[in-house]
């Protein structure tokens, strides 16, 4: 059993949907499956509090788009990476396959975005970090290293090969956007040693809890991403954080 971390957050997002400060709400798009990757239909993870269409985010309505990260949840389900201007959404389809589309096209749930005009030099992350709680540490502890906040939702940027990566597509009763996500419903799979381009937040820091991470994962040049609910580390990954404006 793997340890789960990434979880899917709770319905916290309207008041970030409309935020010009960086933090909002995204959807992805690109039109080919991806080869079965020990894919099937799976149980749904920890819900998100039923979406509305009054408080979507178009995404055709997104700026600064070179400079763009953000992760989120599509409209109807599915999920949204954006990485330096380039979007995408993985759907779940009825027959059990995935489809994605590319552009900043349709609408999103939620998201979680932000603007990075330059990334810090890549620092790598030490084998001794082996769990998911011990990386969410180890990016928290880089960050304030960096001087970061730990105050606010701070992006980052994994590269390299996870010992193993396991993840979800998600997916909704009827596509509907009040709907909420449903268990049976979705697909999941892994990543076994695998090239991987992961974008992910850093929560904010609460006392007396662990650092805690929203992860989402595209395979490197294939037109696929998935939500992170737990990972393996390994060695040779390497963590980026947003360079501070000089």
Same mark, same amino acid.
């Given at each position: 059993m793997h340890t789960p971390l990434f979880r899917r957050l709770p319905g916290f997002l309207p008041a970030l949907q409309r935020g010009g400060t960086g933090l909002g709400l995204l959807l992805l798009g690109l039109g080919q499956p991806l080869a079965a990757q020990q894919q099937r239909a799976g149980v749904r993870l920890p819900a998100l509090r039923p979406g509305s269409t009054r408080n979507a985010v178009v995404l055709d309505t997104l700026t600064a788009r070179p400079s763009l990260y953000a992760v989120g949840v599509a409209e109807g389900g599915g999920e949204i990476l954006v990485a330096g201007g380039d979007a995408l959404t993985t759907r779940h389809r009825p027959d059990g396959a995935t489809e994605t589309t590319v552009g900043f096209q349709g609408r999103a749930v939620w998201l979680?975005?932000?603007?990075?005009?330059?990334?810090?030099?890549?620092?790598?992350?030490?084998?001794?970090?082996?769990?998911?709680?011990?990386?969410?540490? /180890?990016?928290?502890? &880089?960050?304030?290293? &960096?001087? %970061?906040?730990?105050?606010?939702?701070?992006p980052f940027r994994l590269q390299g090969e996870p010992t193993v990566t396991w993840w979800t597509v998600a997916a909704f009763p009827t596509g509907q956007p009040t709907d909420a996500p449903s268990a049976g419903l979705g697909a999941h799979g892994r990543f076994a040693q695998q090239s991987l381009d992961l974008?992910? /937040?850093?929560?904010?820091?609460?006392?007396?809890?662990?650092?805690?991470? %929203?992860?989402?994962?595209?395979?490197?040049?294939?037109?696929?991403?998935a939500h992170v609910d737990s990972l393996r580390p390994g060695s040779g990954l390497r963590l980026l954080l947003p360079a501070l404006p000089q």
């Open positions: 979680l975005q932000r603007r990075v005009a330059r990334w810090r030099e890549p620092v790598m992350v030490p084998a001794t970090v082996t769990s998911p709680a011990q990386l969410a540490r /180890f990016v928290q502890q &880089a960050a304030a290293q &960096a001087g %970061h906040s730990q105050r606010n939702w701070l974008v992910g /937040f850093l929560l904010p820091t609460k006392r007396r809890r662990p650092p805690g991470l %929203h992860l989402h994962a595209r395979p490197s040049r294939q037109p696929f991403v």
